[in-house]
Nanobody, 120 residues
Framework: QLQLVESGGGLVQPGGSLRLSCAAS????????IGWFRQAPGKERERVSC????????NYADSVKGRFTISRDNAKNTVYLQMNSLKPEDTAVYYC?????????????WGKGTLVTVSS
């Protein structure tokens, strides 16, 4: 069974950091670009970041540039999202998704999400 499982969410104070993980099972991530998305209550889903299958290309939403870093370890079949200088507006459910090779592709596989809450 093909699965993506997010982990690492939780409650953090403003200015704090979290690292999210997206682990794949049932398939290898070597051939997939991975995107991180988030959805806050009452808001539309937003793409936060994406990394190509070999990690040579990354992109970020303007709202997280300079604060979030996406990376991948294909040997561990896992993609990470390091989130620093967190703000209350970063509060959302964070999802990872996989597209064939490139970030411009259609995201065909989705995880169930992990909740990030930034609050004092």
């Amino acid at each position: 069974q093909l699965q993506l499982v997010e982990s690492g969410g939780g409650l953090v104070q403003p200015g704090g950091s979290l690292r999210l993980s997206c682990a794949a099972s049932g398939f290898t991530l070597d051939y997939y670009a991975i995107g991180w998305f988030r959805q806050a209550p009452g808001k539309e889903r937003e793409r936060v970041s994406c990394i190509s299958n070999r990690g040579s290309y990354t992109n970020y939403a303007d709202s997280v540039k300079g604060r979030f870093t996406i990376s991948r370890d294909n040997a561990k079949n896992t993609v990470y999202l390091q989130m620093n200088s967190l703000k209350p507006e970063d509060t959302a459910v964070y999802y990872c998704a996989a597209a064939s090779l490139y970030c411009s592709g259609s995201m065909g596989y989705w995880g169930k999400g992990t909740l990030v809450t930034v609050s004092s």
